[in-house]
């Protein structure tokens, strides 16, 4: 049982360059979640997503978007990276009823020049 | 914007002492968690407490709860070196986005053997 599987575990991206992560869950979960991570600034929600087919914006959801085809899958998208989003991106997912935990994958580490 | 944030940032005991951290929040809360992340991989889940909860206990790990105060402590009993995490409070809000959760910045967490 994988869990949460973030790929790639870490890129270098150049300024302009677009890219997309993958997120996927085994464990039948509704909702998923992107985050990322940066020193000092803990965990920021970028955007999740209440179950196939939905996605909506969190904390920081600026140059980024998001697909939710499958239930286990989630994808999270940089148009045009800039080094500002230079960071740790975290996908989680939980049940989604009210107070579950949620699963976090082992992050991808994404560095841009 | 943050809603959890831990107390002290920093922390470092010996083996076998005990540790506790801190959390203060904002605004009405639905439950309480708290993660682990080792360094380089993502946040394990804990313990959850609940709004009508006071404490709840895990193995080594004891959670109090005081909304009047809207602040949670995390005690860890009889450390380890395989104890030296950072941990991260997050709370998750009543009402309409109650399957969300905003994670405060985190204690670093350091058990010298």
């Known amino acids: 049982n994988a869990g949460v599987t973030q790929t790639p575990k870490f890129r270098v991206l150049k300024t302009g360059q677009s890219m997309t992560l993958l997120c996927a869950q085994d464990?039948?979960?509704?909702?998923m979640y992107w985050y990322r991570q940066d020193p000092g600034m803990g965990l920021r929600l970028i955007h999740y997503?209440?179950?196939?087919?939905?996605?909506a914006k969190g904390e920081v959801p600026d140059g980024y978007n998001v697909s939710r085809l499958k239930k286990q899958n989630f994808l999270l998208g940089l148009e045009s990276a800039a080094p500002s989003q230079t960071s740790v991106y975290f996908c989680?997912?939980?049940?989604?009823?009210?107070?579950?935990?949620?699963?976090f994958g082992d992050g991808t580490r994404l560095s841009i020049l | 914007s943050q809603q959890g944030e831990e107390d002290p940032q920093a922390l470092s005991i010996q083996e076998g002492e005990n540790a506790t951290m801190n959390c203060s929040y904002k605004?009405?809360?639905?439950?309480l968690q708290w993660y682990r992340q080792n360094s380089g991989r993502g946040l394990v889940h804990l313990i959850l407490?609940?709004?009508?909860?006071r404490e709840k206990h895990s193995g080594r790990l004891r959670v109090t709860l005081d909304t009047s105060k809207k602040s949670s402590s995390l005690l860890i009993t009889a450390s380890r070196a395989a104890d030296t995490a950072s941990y991260f409070c997050?709370?998750?809000?009543?009402?309409?986005?109650?399957?969300?959760?905003?994670f405060g910045k985190g204690t670093l967490l350091t058990v010298n053997p």
């Open positions: 989680a997912s939980s049940p989604g009823r009210v107070g579950q935990p949620q699963h």
């Open positions: 407490i609940r709004s009508n909860e």
């Open positions: 997050a709370t998750g809000n009543s009402g309409g986005s109650n399957y969300k959760l905003t």
């Open positions: 464990m039948n979960h509704e909702y």
């Open positions: 997503s209440v179950g196939e087919g939905t996605t």
């Open positions: 605004t009405s809360i639905n439950n």
